[in-house]
């Protein structure tokens, strides 16, 4: 399913759970709830806490996704009030006075098979040296452009800088892993960030 189509089809949704078709409210639960506990989980490896800010969103969604319009992207709008409420909570926990103090925590680990690992064992050990390397800001930015739906605009909003930008740090972060690791990375990354 192409963009445009994807979006009319969770504009269908959305409309039918805002006529009060229970279903329609199952079938976004269903079809985000997973990505969303991934997300959360690397925001924070505390999963009560994950599971807790994902039963939030969804009640949200339920208590005052009636009176919402259409949010334009469904996933959107769920990964962002996800945020919010993970960093509400965290700021709760933790007493983090600023958004800021949180997104250090933000700890990003892209799954690998087993089988593939033996094969470039040592070109894997370098990109997750080189990745973990790479600021909380920037994980977070590879997490979302590789593994959600969300356009360029959407990440700038979720992380508060503009589009340009974002298409800018993916391709200069991209370009500096592909500088270290050489041609193959892109492939290598690829099967790294894919869920």
């Known amino acids: 399913m192409n963009r445009n ?8 949704i959305w409309e039918k759970f ?20 991934a997300y959360g989980l690397k925001m924070t490896p505390h999963r009560a806490l994950v599971e807790d800010a994902i039963q939030d969103t969804f009640l949200d969604v339920y208590n005052y996704g009636s009176r919402l ?5 469904l996933e959107f709008y769920l990964y962002k009030t996800l945020k ?17 103090d949180f997104v250090a925590q933000f700890d990003l680990k892209f799954p690998l ?13 370098m990109l997750k ?3 973990k390397n790479l600021d909380a800001k920037k994980r977070e930015l590879l997490f979302l452009k590789f593994n959600s739906g969300l356009t360029y605009n ?20 991209l370009k500096l892993l ?17 869920k």
């Open 5 to 12: 189509d994807e979006k009319e089809y969770w504009a269908l």
């Open 18 to 37: 805002r006529a009060g078709d229970r279903r329609a409210f199952e079938t976004i639960y269903s079809d985000f709830v997973d990505a969303l506990f």
């Open 69 to 73: 319009r259409n949010p334009g992207s």
């Open 84 to 100: 919010r409420i993970i960093i509400r909570k965290l700021k709760e926990k933790y007493r983090f006075a600023h958004p800021d």
């Open 113 to 125: 098979e087993e089988n593939e690992l033996e094969e470039m064992e040592e070109q894997t050990g």
């Open 129 to 131: 040296s080189e990745l």
């Open 154 to 173: 959407e990440i700038g909003e979720l992380l508060d800088c503009k589009a340009d930008t974002v298409k800018k740090q993916v391709h200069r972060i």
């Open 178 to 194: 592909r500088g270290k690791l050489g041609e193959d990375f892109l492939e290598l990354f690829v099967m790294f960030v894919r």
